[in-house]
């Protein structure tokens, strides 16, 4: 079983539309969760980072962490062209690793 | 020169040749890391220097030979590679603060893509 599982995609919606994504996770250990957004020919950003179980809101962007599930989202309100990326999924574990998703490539249509 | 830098961006290679990537970082960091990138997959951890010593290895193959002269720069020398190495490379860095076990970002640079032939 992967340590962190991730719809690949290709993913596309008009703009405005509501986004979701979601990874899936096996390890109950892992402590952070963060979302990656990646365009194409950069490397990969940090978009935002959660610690427990819950909601994180910045922006446009919901993060949502369920440990007990071991199943995070991201959602993105209102989305827009310049949202059209890779978004990685990934998870740290206490010993400091890093464990990503294959990513899941989103286009928004004007 | 801002965040993290990579160089070439682009590299095209024979499996016989001997080339390096260069990775410099100028935000301070006092961690660097190697990533490979290939389509489908999730990134993969190579390598990983915190205060200059290579803290973790994963089984990468011994053609990929990493070197940290320093905390700003990081290469990654390749020799005899094989087609299937053909990915996305990119270095990251982060401020790892010892004895705790915080969040630290890693910033990334834009990925050197390296074709094998």
């Known amino acids: 079983q992967k340590e962190v599982e991730q719809d690949p995609g290709p993913l596309s919606v008009p703009e405005g539309a509501i986004v979701s994504l979601n990874c899936t996770y096996s390890?109950?250990?892992?402590?952070?969760f963060m979302w990656y957004r990646q365009y194409s020919r950069k490397g990969p950003e940090l978009l935002m980072y959660?610690?427990?179980?819950g909601n994180k809101e910045d922006g446009r962007f919901t993060a949502q962490v369920d440990k007990s599930s071991k199943y995070i989202s991201l959602f993105i309100r209102d989305s827009q062209p310049s949202d059209s990326a890779t978004y990685l999924c990934?998870?740290?574990?206490?010993?400091?690793?890093?464990?990503f998703g294959t990513g899941t490539s989103l286009t928004v249509i004007p | 020169e801002t965040g993290v830098t990579q160089t070439p961006r682009h590299l095209v290679m024979g499996m016989t040749n001997k080339k390096s990537l260069k990775c410099e970082q100028h935000?301070?960091?006092?961690?660097m890391y190697w990533y490979k990138q290939s389509a489908k997959k999730p990134l993969e951890l190579m390598f990983v220097?915190?205060?200059?010593?290579?803290?973790e290895n994963n089984s990468v193959p011994s053609r990929f030979s990493p070197e940290c002269p320093n905390s700003s720069h990081l290469f990654l020398h390749l020799h005899t590679l094989q087609p299937e190495d053909s990915a996305l490379y990119l270095c990251?860095?982060?401020?790892?603060?010892?004895?705790?076990?915080?969040?630290?970002?890693?910033?990334f640079g834009p990925g050197t893509r390296l074709t094998v032939l």
């Open positions: 990251a860095s982060s401020q790892e603060d010892s004895g705790r076990s915080s969040y630290n970002e890693q910033f």
């Open positions: 390890n109950s250990a892992f402590q952070y």
């Open positions: 959660t610690y427990s179980s």
């Open positions: 990934a998870m740290r574990s206490p010993g400091n690793q890093f464990y």
């Open positions: 935000l301070g960091h006092n961690a």
């Open positions: 220097y915190n205060f200059k010593e290579q803290t």
